[in-house]
């Protein structure tokens, strides 16, 4: 499976809008690109999962370029309730994560 | 759906005990996964069963490590003569099969401590 690599920090202030970028050269053909979120203590979340060009639901939006090489998360508006870590996985149709990496740890602000 | 459900939420054994978890995924998921994770990483995939199959388990940790779900519903995770180095979340998580790439529901987790 294609190896995600994404920052290991980010920061933010309330209010703005927060890009992270997850690039993953080695996307197979029948690999989706999915996003969790995790806090403190709890099981990660499902936010987001696309394959390609963009996805947007309630939570975030999900963009992919035609390469399907990276991909970027973006969350509008951030809170501090959006302070957590987020991993960026690639999975095989059908499959399963076989390791969630370290993931980007989302810092907010006020 | 009341989500994914795992019992005890923390555990403190001794060395050498034995522990069991338990995991109780979404009624309708019909594959059920187990992952640890460790301080300041992230999931790291031990096995999943499809229904009562254990279709994959050769990233248990080691032979003391054993997992079932006998009837396709709950699941149980086993850890043979504790190590300290056992201690870490272990995470279930739940999902349905054959639709698209489903994704994962997570309980939230059994802490595992061994002293």
């Known amino acids: 499976l294609a190896k995600t690599t994404q920052p290991i920090s980010m920061d933010s202030y309330e209010g703005q809008e927060v890009n992270i970028t997850c690039s993953h050269n080695?996307?197979?053909?029948?690999?989706?690109i999915t996003w969790y979120q995790q806090f403190p203590s709890q099981g990660p979340r499902f936010i987001i999962q696309?394959?390609?060009t963009k996805v947007t639901n309630e939570v975030a939006s999900l963009f992919i370029p035609a390469d399907r090489k990276s991909s970027t998360l973006s969350l509008p508006r951030v809170s501090l309730s959006d302070t957590a870590v987020y991993y960026c996985?690639?999975?095989?149709?059908?499959?399963?994560?076989?390791?969630f990496g370290k993931g980007t740890s989302l810092l907010v602000t006020p | 759906d009341t989500g994914v459900s795992q019992d005890p939420r923390h555990k403190i054994t001794k060395r050498g005990q034995n522990v069991t978890f338990r995991c109780d995924p979404i009624?309708?998921?019909?594959?059920l996964y187990w992952y640890r994770q460790t301080l300041g990483q992230g999931p790291e995939f031990l096995t999943y069963f499809q229904n009562e199959a254990q279709l994959e388990k050769s990233r248990l940790l080691s032979d003391r490590f054993s997992a079932e779900r006998p009837k396709g519903s709950f699941s149980t995770l086993e850890i043979q003569r504790t190590e300290q180095g056992d201690s870490a979340m272990y995470l279930c998580?739940?999902?349905?099969?054959?639709?698209?790439?489903?994704?994962?529901?997570f309980g939230n987790g059994t802490r595992l401590t061994v002293t």
């Open positions: 080695n996307i197979a053909t029948n690999d989706y």
């Open positions: 996985l690639v999975v095989r149709d059908s499959g399963y994560a076989l390791n």
């Open positions: 998580a739940s999902s349905l099969d054959g639709i698209g790439n489903s994704p994962l529901h």
């Open positions: 009624s309708e998921h019909n594959r």
């Open positions: 696309g394959y390609k």
